[in-house]
């Protein structure tokens, strides 16, 4: 009796070891997945949807587009400098930067010890020049009567060229210093070389001027004519062509277009935003200043269908833009679209996602209105 309650712990022992062995391993698995199929996200159903009119989408045909940021330059052809090859200290300035200046109006007057110089030479080759002229004179005098031999009548006249000569250097000198030979002041006047608008001043009263050493103290720039430089993507630069014309707007004036030629197309590209620099060339209508951004538009050799539809069946919503399309019975569906740009007559160019003669909701923000209800 003993030996069997000592034996029976044993035997439960053995029994629950043998009655694991045997579990069901799928009772151990997890419980399947279930999938649940969710709605069209983009499909809404309505209880009234004759009150949302629809509109056909209608049709344009119209050139690929390339829209592009610039700014205005100046033509660096008609930047003239203005230069004082004399050097010394301003003591008058009658121009300022931005001021419009014709040619030969009087920009600065400079004080210069190398005005004064070249008087002095000037005026000592006259004096030779006299001197020379009056021995010539006299050695011809003394040649006729024998006196001399024609040796020294030919140094005479040797003499009386160089004289010559001299004066006419010196003469020169000071015409290219500014100065007037036959006014003689140690005083230079800069005029201005030719019309336009002084786009850059380097000078201020009472500075100092090196002649060529120093900068330009003005730059006048010629705005007739001015270039718009634009930069272009890398892989855009296929759409643009040497010597087409482009659409350009400027942000100040946005109701106005003008035209402007392709004159250059850069054969470097800008290392870090990958663009190319365009260069237009067009008149100044007047009313282009230096530095004011535009908006060049480009346009391609063949034409797009396009779809057009009311500007008021797009809806800007998340940063996309939508139109609400007839499903089946009672249901729209919101499709996505690419606005274009806008049309006369309230109308609003689609350039992906509607096609011509599909028909859309006309009032995209009521039925977005309901549907958020």
């Known amino acids: 009796m003993k030996l069997a309650l000592l034996l029976l712990p044993l035997v439960l022992v053995l029994a629950g070891c043998n009655a694991q062995g045997k579990l069901d391993p799928k009772a151990e698995a997890p419980p399947p997945a279930q999938v649940e199929h969710v709605h069209n996200a983009g499909l809404f159903t309505v209880d009234n949807p004759e009150q949302y009119p629809l509109?056909?989408?209608?049709?344009?045909?119209?050139?690929?587009?390339?829209?592009?940021?610039?700014?205005?330059?100046?033509?660096v052809s008609?930047?003239?400098?203005?230069?004082?090859?004399?050097?010394?200290?301003?003591?008058?300035?009658?121009a300022r930067l931005g001021d419009t200046v014709t040619k030969g109006q009087l920009l600065l007057k400079v004080q210069s010890a190398?005005?004064?110089?070249?008087?002095?030479?000037?005026?000592?080759?006259?004096?030779?020049?006299?001197?020379?002229r009056a021995q010539l004179e006299r050695?011809?005098?003394?040649?006729?009567?024998?006196?001399?031999?024609?040796?020294?009548?030919?140094?005479?006249?040797?003499?009386?060229?160089?004289?010559q000569v001299m004066v006419k250097t010196t003469q020169e000198h000071l015409k290219v210093?500014?100065?007037?030979?036959?006014?003689?002041?140690p005083i230079v006047e800069v005029r201005a070389p030719v019309s336009g608008v002084i786009t850059d001043q380097q000078v201020t009263a009472a500075a100092g001027v090196q002649g060529l050493a120093s900068p330009n103290p003005f730059t006048i720039s010629d705005l007739t004519t001015v270039w718009i430089l634009c930069d272009v993507y890398e892989n855009d630069l296929a759409?643009?062509?040497?010597?087409?014309?482009?659409?350009v707007h400027l942000n100040a004036y946005?109701?106005?277009s003008?035209?402007?030629?392709?004159?250059?197309?850069?054969?470097?590209?800008?290392?870090?935003?990958r663009t190319a620099k365009i260069r237009l060339e067009m008149r100044n209508p007047g009313n282009m200043r230096l530095g004011m951004f535009v908006t060049a538009t480009f346009q391609g050799p063949q034409k797009e269908v396009r779809a057009t539809v009311p500007a008021t069946a797009v809806l800007h919503l998340h940063d996309r833009d939508w139109v609400y399309v007839p499903a089946e019975s009672k249901q729209f569906r919101r499709v996505e679209v690419t606005g274009g740009k806008m049309l006369p007559g309230n109308l609003q160019e689609i350039l992906t996602g509607v096609q011509p003669g599909q028909q859309v909701v006309t009032n995209a923000l009521r039925l977005q209105a309901t549907v958020e209800q």
């Open 177 to 185: 210093l500014g100065a007037d030979p036959d006014h003689p002041s």
């Open 139 to 163: 050695s011809k005098l003394l040649y006729d009567k024998g006196a001399i031999a024609q040796k020294d009548l030919e140094v005479a006249q040797d003499t009386a060229t160089k004289a």
């Open 55 to 75: 509109a056909t989408a209608g049709k344009r045909e119209a050139a690929p587009e390339l829209n592009v940021t610039g700014v205005v330059s100046a033509d």
């Open 78 to 94: 008609r930047n003239i400098p203005v230069i004082s090859i004399a050097a010394g200290r301003v003591i008058e300035i009658h």
């Open 254 to 256: 946005p109701n106005q």
């Open 114 to 132: 190398d005005i004064s110089g070249a008087y002095s030479d000037y005026e000592q080759a006259q004096a030779d020049e006299t001197l020379a």
């Open 239 to 247: 759409r643009v062509h040497l010597g087409e014309f482009a659409d």
């Open 258 to 273: 003008f035209k402007g030629r392709i004159g250059n197309i850069s054969p470097i590209l800008d290392p870090n935003l």
